[in-house]
């Protein structure tokens, strides 16, 4: 095992399993912030309890996923300085501010009015509590935001001149403003908010699956329902934009994600790949499935591409991705769960066109609500998939045709990487299965519907089901 021997291996594993497990949590609080804007601001406009009892519930999980992601978020930081230290002096003259403000205009944010949001709910001006859910939320898309900025640039880096081995910025916009930025970040954007959508839609569907508070969680069911028309046909295409973006920046990468080692030349079609057994040693595949035409259109909506699709046989072994297997089935899996969700609000948006969603018979849509249940994780997939693209993919360089990965990591003894690597490993797993513990009890015990609405008096009653609760909403002069 000589990756065992290897700095910059077990380095890039470390860096790996930090990331791949961190991205769990913001993943959820970005969308789910979103959410809770618009249950509250229902509520504040129509002062149906229902929307109330849900912002509570839904922040119950929005707090476990904010903690465990700052826990997991603050080492993988760290990493820059003691795993990649070369990396961190040669462009911390922009990526350092970057994440600086990361920290300072986005986490700052969200973590100053989470206090609010979670316990002022009976102590400060509803107006006063929903400008606080606003800012959480509006801090958790700023992390996005300036994550995801200075990702872009790693992958498209501009506004800079390397002088005396530092990137100097010469110009923080058009750094900031990278052509990969707009569409990665929109990318992103549309990922937590679908991945959040799927999963509280799926978290519904299995309260209505087991008939617990069907009426009530109908109501979260629909909002989310509402919300994905929008979003699942819109991150399809933006993913295209993404695509074609690599297309053009990112040749190897390209080459990668199609498992292309012969360039097909610019004016001929160009077969896509819909399933291979990519072979680095024989720079072949060794057994694949093509639809013929199909990568031009995919492309560039025609059959014969104008531009030509560089294979990884242009390039020298030392200056393309290698896993390239891993890329090709990371990128497919990502596809295809972005169509399964299309095609799961599409079925789902008919039967609620044909009135199978209301209160009375949403129970009876089994294999709907199964879909919707199987659906709540594969975002998660969908979006660490990606990642692995976009970051495997940009291999042999940590600065795309900049900086190379291996001149990048500190120079540390392979053993204390080793060492830090099996402590995160053991350390998040007991994180993951804690956090799945905790998330699980919020899950089964359900909402508290007899919490006392601000405003409202409201009286208790036990339904027929255990720990099921019906308000009594009636004004106070008519309790009186």
């Given amino acids: 095992m000589e990756f065992l021997s290897n700095t910059v291996v077990l380095s890039r594993m470390q860096f790996a399993l930090t990331a791949i497990f ?4 913001p993943v959820l609080t970005t969308g789910l912030g979103i959410y809770l804007v618009i249950v509250e601001a229902i509520w504040l406009k129509t002062r149906n309890p229902d929307y109330y009892y849900h912002a509570r519930f839904w922040s119950k999980l929005y707090v476990l996923n904010f903690g465990i992601g700052v826990a997991t978020g603050i080492p993988m930081e760290f990493q ?22 990361e920290a300072s205009w986005a986490f700052m944010l969200e973590a100053a009015f989470l206090g609010i949001m979670v316990f002022g709910w009976e102590r400060v001006n509803p107006i006063i509590h929903f400008l606080a859910t606003i800012f ?7 992390s996005t935001f300036w994550i995801l900025t200075a990702n872009s640039w790693m992958q498209t880096p501009a506004g800079v001149e390397l002088i005396d081995g530092e990137y100097i910025v010469l110009d923080y916009f058009q750094a900031i403003l990278n052509p990969f930025m707009a569409v990665s ?41 509402a919300v994905a028309i929008a979003v699942a046909p819109l ?29 097909v030349p610019a004016g001929q079609p160009a077969d896509w790949s819909l399933v291979a057994i990519p072979n680095e040693k024989a720079e072949a595949n060794d057994w694949e499935i093509k639809v013929p035409n199909a990568l031009g259109y995919i492309l560039e909506l025609k059959p014969n591409l104008s531009e030509p699709v560089q294979g990884l046989k242009e390039y020298k072994p030392e200056d393309r991705p290698h896993m390239v297997g891993l ?17 799961l609000m599409f079925l789902t948006v008919i039967q609620w066109l044909r009135g199978k969603l209301s209160p009375d018979n949403i129970n009876q849509q ?61 350390t998040y797993t007991l994180l993951f299965f804690t956090a799945l513990y905790f998330g699980s009890r919020i899950i089964r015990r359900g909402p508290r519907l007899d919490l006392p609405v601000p405003g409202v ?10 720990g099921q609760f019906i308000p009594d909403e009636r004004p106070v002069e008519a309790k009186q």
């Fill in 22 to 25: 961190h991205m769990l949590w």
């Fill in 80 to 101: 820059f300085g003691t795993n990649w230290a070369p990396f961190s002096e040669a462009v911390g003259n922009f990526f350092g501010s970057v994440i600086g403000f």
């Fill in 136 to 142: 959480v939320a509006l801090g958790a898309n700023l």
């Fill in 185 to 225: 970040v929109s990318h992103m954007f549309l990922a937590t908010l679908e991945t959040s959508l799927f999963v509280i839609g799926g978290i519904s569907a299995w309260y209505i699956f087991n008939k617990r508070n069907e009426a009530f969680f109908s109501k979260a069911f629909k909002i989310v329902l």
């Fill in 235 to 263: 991150q399809i295409y933006v993913g295209h934009l993404s695509g074609e973006q690599v297309y053009h920046r990112q040749p190897t990468k390209m080459a990668a994600m199609e498992a292309l080692w012969d360039t």
């Fill in 327 to 343: 890329i090709y089935y990371a990128f497919r899996i990502m596809i295809a769960i972005g169509f399964f969700f299309a095609g």
């Fill in 366 to 426: 089994r294999w709907l609500l199964a879909g919707w249940i199987f659906a709540a994780p594969l975002g998660y997939i969908a979006v660490e998939s990606g990642w692995i693209v976009r970051c495997v993919g940009r291999q042999p360089w940590i600065v795309y045709n900049q900086i190379r990965t291996v001149d990048a990591a500190s120079n540390l003894p392979p053993g204390n990487v080793l060492t830090s690597l099996t402590g995160f490993a053991v």
């Fill in 457 to 466: 008096e409201t009286k208790p009653a036990v339904d027929t089901k255990p």
